[in-house]
């Protein structure tokens, strides 16, 4: 069963413009990882944030963990048209093991 | 180096038929596993590897799919008695240890379609 959910479905933007998705989860994790997908293939990892850090940086991504909303963000900065693809989110519960759980996914669109 | 690779690309097979997708993880990778990701139900865990331990296969929809891993490298996914909702794509990602908080890197996957 997906434990994640992301909001929202889809988005669409101009370049150059910052891009927000959201995703919550509903048990306890270990850490939060955010991926790219391109045309539906493979996926490519993008940050790793634990569940002890707040915060992390990674060039024009920031993202965001809030373990008492169950919740992260993950911010695109000055968003470029190579950016369009679709986000997801995956976590690795403490009940679980190391196997993933992902987040329904946003389509994001960056418009030239 | 060379990623995940996945062969083949792209499988039609027609129902009832038997499939097998291999999946050959970055090397030196302890950890493998197997995803699915079809419409309407997102990406989900089918069953991962580590090492010579037994495999955890909680994630398999029926007994019509098994996987192993031979030498602790190569990995092939069979399908048995296909059927059309088998039809999605399948990911495999290695990691370089089964460990909380370690990467997993994804092949491009094979797209089963079941006719």
């Known amino acids: 069963s997906q434990q994640g959910e992301e909001d929202p479905q889809a988005l669409s933007i101009q370049e150059g413009e910052n891009a927000t998705m959201n995703c919550s989860y509903k048990?306890?994790?270990?850490?939060l990882q955010w991926y790219r997908q391109n045309s539906g293939r493979g996926l490519v990892h993008l940050i790793l944030i634990r569940s002890n850090e707040r915060e992390k940086h990674s060039g024009r991504l920031r993202v965001t963990l809030d373990t008492s909303k169950k919740s992260s963000s993950l911010l695109i900065t000055a968003s470029r048209a190579a950016d369009t693809a679709s986000y997801f989110c995956?976590?690795?519960?403490?009940?679980?093991?190391?196997?993933?759980?992902f987040g329904e996914g946003t389509q994001l669109t960056v418009n030239p | 180096g060379a990623g995940v690779s996945q062969s083949p690309s792209n499988k039609v097979t027609e129902k009832g038929k038997d499939v097998e997708l291999r999946c050959d993880p970055i090397?030196?990778?302890?950890?493998l596993y197997w995803y699915r990701q079809s419409l309407g139900q997102g990406l989900e865990f089918l069953i991962y590897?580590?090492?010579?331990?037994?495999?955890?296969k909680s994630g398999l929809p029926s007994d019509r799919f098994s996987a192993e891993r031979t030498g602790g490298s190569v990995s092939t996914l069979t399908i048995q008695r296909t059927q059309q909702e088998d039809s999605a794509v399948y990911l495999c990602?290695?990691?370089?240890?089964?460990?909380?908080?370690?990467?997993?890197?994804f092949g491009p996957g094979t797209r089963l379609t079941v006719t």
């Open positions: 048990t306890s994790i270990n850490n």
């Open positions: 090397s030196g990778h302890t950890a």
């Open positions: 995956a976590t690795d519960a403490e009940t679980s093991g190391s196997r993933l759980t």
């Open positions: 990602a290695s990691s370089l240890i089964s460990g909380r908080g370690y990467e997993q890197y």
């Open positions: 590897f580590q090492g010579n331990s037994a495999p955890d």
